[in-house]
């Protein structure tokens, strides 16, 4: 995908709060083209989201989330400076990154 994700995390009292967006077209696979024919589902299937080496976040979507997803979560630990990274994969076997630090 063209776009990066957009991530955005702060720290507050211990307490690390992550917003993700995601730029994917997500199809469902069950709407028609142009021309009349199905098209092919295309979805991002799996995501994982580490503060550092140690995963806070491991998520399976399916053809239900809607275009560009947004995930947003709380964990405990993490600080200022520390590095956020995203790693998603679709079912096409594409794949997209990005990180952020803390604030």
Same mark, same amino acid.
């Given at each position: 995908?063209?776009?990066? /994700?957009?991530?955005?995390?702060?720290?507050?009292?211990?307490?690390?709060?992550?917003?993700?967006?995601?730029?994917?077209?997500?199809?469902?696979?069950?709407?028609?083209?142009?021309?009349?024919?199905?098209?092919?589902?295309?979805?991002?299937?799996?995501?994982?989201?580490?503060?550092?080496?140690?995963?806070?976040?491991?998520?399976?979507?399916?053809?239900?989330?809607?275009?560009?997803?947004?995930?947003?979560?709380?964990?405990?630990?993490?600080?200022?400076?520390?590095? /956020?990274?995203?790693?998603?994969?679709?079912?096409?076997?594409?794949?997209?990154?990005?990180?952020?630090?803390?604030?």
């Amino acid at each position: 995908m063209a776009d990066p /994700i957009r991530i955005r995390a702060r720290s507050n009292g211990g307490i690390t709060e992550v917003m993700v967006l995601m730029p994917h077209p997500m199809e469902t696979g069950l709407g028609l083209d142009a021309s009349g024919r199905g098209r092919r589902a295309h979805y991002i299937s799996d995501v994982e989201i580490k503060l550092g080496d140690r995963t806070v976040l491991r998520a399976r979507l399916s053809i239900a989330v809607s275009k560009d997803p947004l995930i947003s979560f709380r964990f405990k630990g993490g600080g200022a400076g520390d590095r /956020i990274g995203v790693t998603w994969t679709d079912n096409f076997g594409d794949q997209g990154s990005g990180s952020a630090s803390i604030v």
